[in-house]
T-cell receptor
Framework: EAQVTQNPRYLITVTGKKLTVTCSQN?????MSWYRQDPGLGLRQIYY???????DKGDVPEGYKVSRKEKRNFPLILESPSPNQTSLYFC??????????????FGPGTRLLVL | AQKVTQAQTEISVVEKEDVTLDCVYE???????LFWYKQPPSGELVFLIR??????QNEISGRYSWNFQKSTSSFNFTITASQVVDSAVYFC?????????????FGAGTRLFVKA
C-alpha cells in the first residue's frame, strides 16, 4: 500500500532531551516536507527536501534539523526540544518537485508534548 | 510574500444546507498551485483538490465544487447538501516555486460543524 509513515505517533518528552521523528514513504517520491500544526495557525512548513541531500528551510525552521540521506526517509530532529515545540507534526511527500509540483500525501501525524 | 486567509474560523450548518468556505490568497508569482485539504476528527489530512494558476475552470466533484477566481485571488469551496460526515477542519493551501524548491503555505483552517 502506498503510504507515508511516521514514528512515533505520540511522544511525551522533557525539555532538552534530543529526539527524532522518522518519516518514510514507499512511493519513490522526490519531494518531502515537514509541517507543524498549531491551533489557529494551520500548518506551517518547517523544512522541505527536493531530493537526496537537498534540503531547505520552510517558514519555521528554528529548533529543528532534517536530513535526506535516502530518498524514502526524511527524519525530523529536535536537538534540544522546548515546550514551544509541543505540536502536531506532519510529514508529507510528493511525486515530483519543481515546476509541476503535484499533490502532497500526508503521514498520519505525530503528536509531541514537551514538558 | 505568500499568504492564505481563511476568514471563517468556524461555521455551523444544519444537514442538507449548502455551505461555502472562503479562501483568499496573496502571491507575486504567476505560477502557483492551490489546494484544499480536509482534516476529519480522526486527524489525518485528506487531499480534496489541486488547481494550478493557469486553469480557472471551476470544478465539481459530487457534492463538492470549487470556484477559482484569479481576479479576486479567491479559491472558494462549496459543499452542497451538507452531511454530518462533512464535519471537519478544511484547509486551503498555496504552493509556489522558490530558488530552493517549492514552499507551501496553509490557511488557518475553517472548522465546519454539520448538525443532524
Amino acid at each position: 500500500e502506498a503510504q507515508v509513515t511516521q514514528n512515533p505517533r505520540y511522544l511525551i518528552t522533557v525539555t532538552g532531551k534530543k529526539l527524532t521523528v522518522t518519516c518514510s514513504q514507499n512511493m519513490n517520491h522526490e519531494y518531502m516536507s515537514w509541517y507543524r500544526q498549531d491551533p489557529g495557525l494551520g500548518l506551517r512548513q518547517i523544512y522541505y527536501s527536493m531530493n537526496v541531500e537537498v534540503t531547505d528551510k520552510g517558514d519555521v525552521p528554528e529548533g529543528y534539523k532534517v536530513s535526506r540521506k535516502e530518498k524514502r526517509n526524511f527524519p525530523l530532529i529536535l536537538e534540544s526540544p522546548s515546550p514551544n515545540q509541543t505540536s502536531l507534526y506532519f510529514c508529507a511527500s510528493s511525486p515530483r518537485a519543481g515546476r509541476y509540483q503535484e499533490t502532497q500525501y500526508f503521514g498520519p501525524g505525530t503528536r509531541l508534548l514537551v514538558l | 510574500a505568500q499568504k492564505v486567509t481563511q476568514a471563517q474560523t468556524e461555521i455551523s450548518v444544519v444537514e442538507k444546507e449548502d455551505v461555502t468556505l472562503d479562501c483568499v490568497y496573496e502571491t507575486r508569482d504567476t505560477t502557483y498551485y492551490l489546494f484544499w485539504y480536509k482534516q476529519p476528527p480522526s486527524g489525518e489530512l485528506v487531499f480534496l483538490i489541486r488547481r494550478n494558476s493557469f486553469d480557472e475552470q471551476n470544478e465539481i466533484s459530487g457534492r463538492y465544487s470549487w470556484n477559482f477566481q484569479k481576479s479576486t485571488s479567491s479559491f472558494n469551496f462549496t459543499i452542497t447538501a451538507s452531511q454530518v460526515v462533512d464535519s471537519a477542519v478544511y484547509f486551503c493551501a498555496l504552493s509556489e516555486a522558490t530558488t530552493g524548491g517549492f514552499k507551501t503555505i496553509f490557511g488557518a483552517g475553517t472548522r465546519l460543524f454539520v448538525k443532524a
